[in-house]
């Protein structure tokens, strides 16, 4: 399994990006796909998850209403739409796959992991 991240930039305070996680190899291990960020002196904090059918979308506290998770399986793509991002938001956001159909927001339980795209927030 292949997971691409791409989409990050430098944006000012209150707008927006779009992250994209391309995956590639068995769609049997990319059931579960999850976003993590980890900003500088930071430890990684989940961001968001959502299942093979989409139905399943969740998203961390710390974003709720502000980033919505969803997915395109004829595409293998997980999209991460973040709105009215802050300062707060600056990180390299790193996507990551599972085989297993259960929702853990615990970064050790994720397979495999992409190689990350940097969003910086200005204020």
Same mark, same amino acid.
């Given at each position: 399994?292949?997971?691409? &991240?791409?989409?990050?930039?430098?944006?000012?305070?209150?707008?927006? *990006?779009?992250?994209?996680?391309? &995956?590639?190899?068995?769609?049997?291990?990319?059931?579960?796909?999850?976003?993590?960020?980890?900003?500088?002196?930071?430890?990684?904090?989940?961001?968001?998850?959502?299942? /093979?059918?989409?139905?399943?979308?969740?998203?961390?506290?710390?974003?709720?209403?502000?980033?919505?998770?969803?997915?395109?399986?004829?595409?293998?793509?997980?999209?991460?739409?973040?709105?009215? *991002?802050?300062?707060?938001?600056? &990180?390299?956001?790193?996507? &990551?796959?599972?085989?297993?159909?259960?929702?853990?927001?615990?970064?050790?339980?994720?397979?495999? /992991?992409?190689?990350?795209?940097?969003?910086?927030?200005?204020?």
């Amino acid at each position: 399994v292949q997971l691409q &991240a791409s989409g990050g930039g430098l944006v000012q305070a209150g707008g927006s *990006l779009r992250l994209s996680c391309a &995956a590639s190899g068995n769609p049997d291990r990319f059931y579960y796909m999850g976003w993590f960020r980890q900003a500088p002196g930071k430890e990684r904090e989940f961001v968001g998850a959502i299942n /093979w059918s989409g139905g399943r979308a969740y998203v961390a506290d710390s974003v709720k209403g502000r980033f919505t998770i969803s997915r395109d399986n004829a595409k293998n793509t997980v999209y991460l739409q973040m709105n009215m *991002l802050t300062p707060e938001d600056t &990180a390299v956001y790193s996507c &990551a796959s599972r085989g297993v159909s259960v929702l853990t927001t615990d970064p050790g339980s994720y397979e495999y /992991w992409g190689q990350g795209t940097l969003v910086t927030v200005s204020s």
